[in-house]
């Protein structure tokens, strides 16, 4: 059975040269990360999904990252409200783009909750929240109550170094869990098989499953092995340019 039959994704603005940033790697090139964009929508592109590209937004530098603003459950979809105060405004612009796929489904995070659904892993029908400088506990509990009306549920995850949960996780269906740093360990996961990826190559613990294929940054050959020898079939994509700016493969996409 197929997973995921949407894709919402939005072309990067210019000013994302300017987006919010802890990794000290320099600004992005923007004409790169425009290129890196297409490749990762052509990536998509092969794996069975319909695509729906948004808009560039200048007002908003970090509106690529269109994981953030927005969970995309089975049975319902709930606009966050980003820990970021710079990015909370980007909710107002994908609630059309969701409201046309989750008519009268779509529920919102309240103040003073604050989520950002990088900090969400969906594992079956139960949703890991990652407590992070971007999500509160108020958010999460929020988060939580309204995955529990629609029959699914979720639980808190401590964060000890990354900025979101998914930083150092993806959940690659059939219990194979991609693992780096402090998730290695975490009690919470190790129920899941987890495939350990080394410290050096951590920054590929953001991959997406989308319907068998996964996709991961370019350049990580370990993990490439790794996930190459569980069966799926590997596509890697270029995101130099969307790392300075605190990104990877999952931030820029919703899958549903």
């Known amino acids: 059975m197929k997973k995921f039959s ?153 964060l000890e170094k990354v900025l979101h949960l998914k930083t150092g996780l993806a959940y690659l269906e059939h219990n194979n869990l991609l693992a780096a740093g402090e998730f290695i360990t975490k009690p919470e996961f190790q129920h899941l098989n987890i495939i350990e990826i080394p410290e050096e190559e951590s920054y590929a613990a953001n991959c997406i499953w989308v319907n068998e294929r996964v996709i991961m940054p370019a350049g990580y050959p370990i993990t490439k092995a790794k996930i190459a020898a569980l069966g799926y079939q590997v596509i890697e994509v270029d995101t130099s340019e969307y790392r300075k700016i605190d990104g990877g493969v999952s931030c820029m996409s919703l899958r549903f």
Do not use: W
């Open 6 to 158: 949407h894709i919402i994704a939005r072309t990067p603005a210019k000013s994302l040269i300017n987006g919010l940033t802890s990794a000290n790697l320099g600004k992005p090139d923007y004409q790169k990360a425009l290129d890196q964009h297409n490749n990762y929508i052509r990536a998509l592109q092969q794996c069975d999904v319909d695509i729906t590209i948004l808009p560039a937004s200048e007002e908003f530098p970090d509106s690529v990252f269109v994981e953030d603003v927005a969970l995309c459950t089975p049975h319902c979809a709930i606009i966050t409200r980003p820990g970021a105060e710079t990015r909370r405004a980007e909710t107002t612009l994908i609630t059309e783009a969701i409201n046309r796929f989750y008519p009268n489904k779509v529920e919102y995070i309240q103040a003073p909750g604050t989520v950002e659904a990088g900090d969400i892993m969906m594992v079956d029908k139960h949703f890991y929240i990652g407590l992070s400088a971007r999500t509160n506990q108020e958010g999460a509990k929020q988060m939580i109550a309204i995955l529990e009306k629609y029959g699914l549920s979720g639980s808190v995850v401590t």
